[in-house]
């Protein structure tokens, strides 16, 4: 039997045999899609008597159908297309066969309503979807000017044709998509990586050298362990951040968690200037911290000299009037005093230039102190302070007692301040944790002015101050935001309720643990020791506050010796015995630190007690002081009670 064309059937299948064998090894060949589907087309036009043959594949982006080779009379023979047909899913013949994965032969086109008319009406079509894992990747068309052209033999040749041909050609479009994941991958300006558990580094892109020489990568693996241990913790417990410096550079370092995978994805930011303006930002904080501390010695030294001059004039035979002056300038110099403590001591707060000191003492004693010593204050002003501490009486705990107390006088100073009528009543609770801690909570309510709502929530932060006669009353508008500070240093919570023109009431509640008596100071040390003869070296540059450290040192009964330099003072002592010696530790030329160290330094040297003064309250201040030898730092202006305490304690005797 003879076709149309005068082929025989058996030359039929010989050819579509030879066809198929042609695509099972021409494929291997193949460098690209293109070569494929040009391939395709050139064959079945040459080999099947097509008069064209167009393949159609499915754009990732769009999902439409798009030409990518065409080879006949009604396109350009040349393996280019200049303005390829898109087809969408659905449209058309082509669009159909991809819709419904299965071939299509139209054996009249002019009966069917899909067939589009393109340049010139064909009879007929034969239409092959290319599947690849059962997705429609393209389809393989041809068209014929005769009628009833396509039998099944050329569509089951084409079906197979297209299947030889799909894995190549899905095999292309993934490499393709690789290449531009790497470009992309690659062209990040940020270091980008995976790494395993190992250290392994799976992959990385150009960006990421700089970064791996400082996680110390051999090629291999990465040596750094806090780099290691990182990842690890990532894999474990989930993402997170850190930073990794090199000498030129520093990186923000983001490590994500790949779900059940054993490595993690690294992604890096430059973020050297960042570091850099912290850095910079640090050493103006501690250069800040210096000047404070040189300030608050410049600014407390001369204030103490006035404090303690009108100590000292108060001690004197005056008259009524002058009495009533001196009365006015201790209240001033005090004021002044508390405003550049409170600056001194909020700036602390804020560079976390404090320690906390915890020890043991019995709680309501320190309570009582206070109560008493605010009692007169509220009796001059008329109004009541009660008292319910009951629930705390007889506890020893373990804490900071100095800014335990540093917050309840300042509530309790408020208190009375803005209060005029009725009274402030502080209570304390006492609950046990269930870590064996206790939970202390004190209430301090007043039947005062009140807070406004519109402000309460405004009342901590610095210089806030409600009222506008606060000044007079004698405030700084810092006392608040310095106690919110302490309760977070001690771990506690500061609250506050107000009802305007009815009272406040401030509750403050910390964690402390319980100790027994024994490990508080034993308080009747002072009585039992004194100072009579005892002979003292004042050294201070400073001829005010030498003359008044030794005007109290004679009341208590001792003799002081002065020195205004280190220099005098090494002198001294080389010739003379002291029981004890008070230093400045500002002082020009050496300072008492350094004086200090000297004396220390000759091993044949006697050991005295070297106790120092300085107005200046910062901790590596004390941390110097004891390192150079001395036995004991003292803030200026000072207590005269507390440094008698701390001399009785070094060096007083037993009274009989
Ligand atoms: P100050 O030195 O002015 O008292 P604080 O920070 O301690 O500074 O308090 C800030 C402001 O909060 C006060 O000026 C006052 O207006 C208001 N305030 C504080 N305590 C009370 C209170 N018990 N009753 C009413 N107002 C208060």
């Known amino acids: 039997m003879l076709d149309s064309k005068g082929i025989s059937k058996q030359q039929q299948l010989e050819t579509h045999i030879q066809l198929i064998e042609y695509f099972t090894q021409s494929i291997y060949r193949s460098n690209s899609i293109e070569d494929i589907l040009w391939d395709i087309c050139n064959n079945c036009v040459q080999k099947l008597n097509f008069v064209d043959c167009v393949v159609y594949l499915v754009d990732k982006k769009s999902n439409d159908l798009v030409q990518r080779a065409a080879f006949g009379e009604k396109v350009a023979v040349e393996p280019a297309l200049k303005d390829p047909i898109r087809m969408r899913f659905g449209q058309g013949i082509v669009g159909s066969v991809a819709e ?16 589009i008319v393109d340049d010139g009406v064909r009879l007929s079509e034969l239409a092959v979807p290319i599947i690849f894992e059962n997705k429609v990747i393209g389809v393989i068309d041809s068209e014929h000017p005769e009628k009833d052209f396509f039998n099944s033999c050329q569509a089951r040749v084409l079906t197979n044709i297209a299947a030889i041909c799909a894995h190549k050609i899905a095999w292309f479009e993934s490499k ?233 006088t300042n509530l309790l100073g408020n208190a009375i301040k803005f209060t005029d009528r009725g009274g402030v009543r502080l209570d304390a609770e006492i609950e046990p944790n269930e870590d064996g ?90 009585q039992k020791n004194q100072l009579i003869n005892k002979k003292v070296l004042v050294v201070d540059d400073n001829k005010v506050n030498l003359i008044v450290a030794c005007t109290f040192l004679r009341q208590w009964g001792a003799i002081p010796t002065e020195a205004d330099s280190g220099f005098a003072a090494l002198e001294l002592l080389e010739k003379n015995q002291f029981d004890v010696v008070l230093m400045d530790i500002q002082m020009p030329r050496m300072d008492g630190i350094e004086t200090t160290q000297k004396y220390f330094s000759n091993p044949d040297n006697p050991i005295v007690p070297i ?33 008698e305490a701390t001399l009785l304690n070094l060096v007083g005797d037993q009274k009989e």
């Open 100 to 115: 419904k994965g299965e071939f299509e032969i139209i054996p009249d086109t002019s009966s069917d309503e899909r067939y």
């Open 176 to 408: 393709q998509q690789n290449e531009i994941a790497i470009n992309f991958h690659q062209a990040n300006p940020n270091p980008a990586l995976r790494i395993n558990v190992m250290g392994d580094v799976l992959d990385y892109n150009a960006a990421s050298l700089e970064i791996l020489n400082v996680m110390k990568w051999d090629g291999k693996v990465i040596r750094c362990l806090n780099c290691l241990k990182s990842i690890r913790d990532v894999v474990h417990y989930g993402n997170r951040v850190f930073f990794l410096e090199s000498e030129s550079t520093s990186w923000k370092v983001f490590c994500e968690s790949v779900e059940n995978k054993s490595y993690v994805y690294i992604f890096a930011t430059e973020v050297t200037e960042l570091i850099q303006a912290r850095k910079d930002a640090e050493a103006a904080r501690i250069e800040k911290a210096k000047f404070l501390s040189s300030m608050s010695h410049e600014i407390r030294t001369p204030l103490h000299a006035i404090i303690s001059l009108t100590d000292l004039l108060n001690s004197t035979l005056l008259n009524k009037k002058q009495e009533e002056y001196l009365e006015m300038l201790k209240f001033s110099g005090k004021n002044l005093l508390a405003l550049v403590n409170d600056i001194l001591e909020f700036e602390r707060l804020e560079l976390s230039a404090i320690e906390i000191d915890e020890m043991g003492f019995q709680l309501d004693s320190t309570l009582q102190m206070l109560i008493d010593s605010f009692k007169i204050l509220a009796e001059e002003k008329g109004i009541y302070l009660e008292s319910n501490i009951h629930a705390i009486s007889n506890f020893f705990i373990r804490s900071d007692e100095q800014k335990l107390t540093q917050i309840l």
């Open 437 to 526: 801690s206790v939970r202390i909570t004190f209430a301090i309510t007043d039947s005062g002015v009140g807070i406004p709502a519109s402000q309460i929530s405004e009342i901590f932060e610095v210089f806030k101050m409600v009222h506008a006669d606060s000044r007079k009353r004698g405030g700084t508008g810092l006392g608040l935001a310095i106690c919110k500070r302490l309760s977070e240093y001690l771990g506690g919570q500061l609250s506050v309720e107000s009802t305007e023109g009815k009272g406040s009431k401030f509750t403050f509640s910390f964690d402390a643990e319980l100790v027994s008596p024994n490990c508080t100071v034993d308080e009747t040390t002072e």
């Open 611 to 643: 106790v120092g003064l300085t107005a200046d309250v910062f901790a590596n201040t004390r941390e110097a002081a004891l390192a150079a030898g001395m036995i004991d730092l003292i803030t200026k202006p000072f207590n005269p009670r507390s440094l």
